[in-house]
């Protein structure tokens, strides 16, 4: 596979973050997708928040599978750690990744064919550990790399390019994230950059399994009428329950907002997700009326977008462990075996 460097050189007046990058530092090699890809946009929005966030690039490590959503982390972040694992294994290697370094920031990014078919246990699995992450799936209802076969998570009648009509009931990626404990839960579309950046930031932020879906439509096999994942039927079907505002807490917050236009979210680092609620009655917190809202919507045909849950009070794989706080991979052989005495204690423990 042949990858397309982008110029070193650049303007020297670029604008520069809080750690003296420019936007283009977080960039990876040229894209090599269709044109037009859902994937690109999603891979634009991830260096866009990052920037925003003055994340250093050595500091993530960006983990993906096979397919064409798979490829997309060579697009972003190119100075950062990187692994592309075998299909639908992505899950498990990072959650091993993360028990060794905790210090990273680690970004999944998966397709709807590398974690709802072959790797739907891997998904499963990691985010009812809590593994603290950024879980993004960039979903278009196809096996793209294959030439269009719907993806389980099709919709039941949705057409294929052929006009073929899907006869299989979907798997649904937000309803499995919300039953296995997720605590950051959102959909969005990969047209919707107003609302995708802020989205990622805030889930970069959260402590524990963030997860979100991204509606991205297939240009080459998955964006004709009929289709339930193209560019238009998103545009035209999309229930937004909030707009996004992503606030760091570094910086001095003032607000002005009449009661109950806004749903303030404190992190446990003291960062701030901001929710504008368009739907009175809509309360990101309640996991179990997001569930009845969500099932509600899906009967009306409406792809409803936006931060969906989250648990303010939520916690990540290290603290249900009670790990150290050092990373693993950075103890020393003093420490990693404490010697004999220590074992005879643990020993006697046990009888």
Request: hydrophobic share 35%; charged share 20%.
């Amino acid at each position: 596979m042949t990858y397309l460097a982008k110029p070193k050189l650049h303007h020297p007046a670029l604008a520069k973050n809080k750690v003296g990058y420019i936007r283009r530092d977080y960039e990876g090699t040229v894209s090599t997708l269709c044109a037009g890809c859902g994937h690109d946009s999603i891979s634009a929005a991830i260096i866009q928040a990052c920037w925003e966030l003055d994340i250093e690039p050595h500091r993530v490590a960006k983990l993906s599978g096979i397919g064409c959503s798979s490829k997309t982390p060579t697009y972003f972040l190119g100075n950062s750690h990187g692994f592309n694992s075998v299909h639908g294994r992505m899950p498990s290697v990072l959650t091993g990744a993360n028990l060794a370094n905790r210090d990273l920031l680690y970004l999944g990014v998966s397709g709807d064919g590398d974690s709802a078919s072959i790797g739907l246990g891997q998904f499963a699995h990691s985010i009812r550990r809590g593994v603290n992450m950024v879980y993004i799936v960039e979903n278009n209802g196809v096996y793209g790399l294959t030439k269009g076969q719907f993806s389980a998570t099709a919709d039941k009648g949705s057409k294929s390019k052929r006009g073929v009509a899907n006869s299989d009931e979907p798997l649904d990626m937000i309803g499995m994230a919300l039953l296995l404990g997720a605590t950051f839960v959102g959909r969005s579309f990969s047209g919707d950059k107003a609302q995708l950046v802020p989205m990622i930031k805030a889930a970069i932020e959260h402590k524990g399994a963030a997860f979100i879906d991204v509606i991205s439509p297939c240009v080459a096999f998955n964006n004709h009428a009929g289709s339930t994942k193209s560019y238009d039927y998103v545009r035209h079907h999309n229930e937004a329950v909030n707009r996004l505002d992503f606030i760091d807490a570094r910086d001095e917050i003032t607000t002005d907002y009449a009661p109950g236009e806004v749903v303030s979210v404190t992190q446990h680092d003291g960062s701030v997700l901001r929710l504008r609620k368009l739907a009175a009655d809509y309360d990101p917190t309640d996991r179990i009326k997001v569930m009845h809202y969500l099932q509600q919507r899906s009967a009306a045909g409406e792809v409803v977008t936006g931060l969906l849950y989250i648990n303010p009070e939520s916690s990540d794989l290290h603290e249900h462990l009670d790990t150290v706080e050092a990373p693993l991979n950075q103890l020393e052989a003093s420490e990693l075996c404490p010697g004999s005495v220590a074992l005879e204690r643990i020993n006697a423990s046990l009888r």
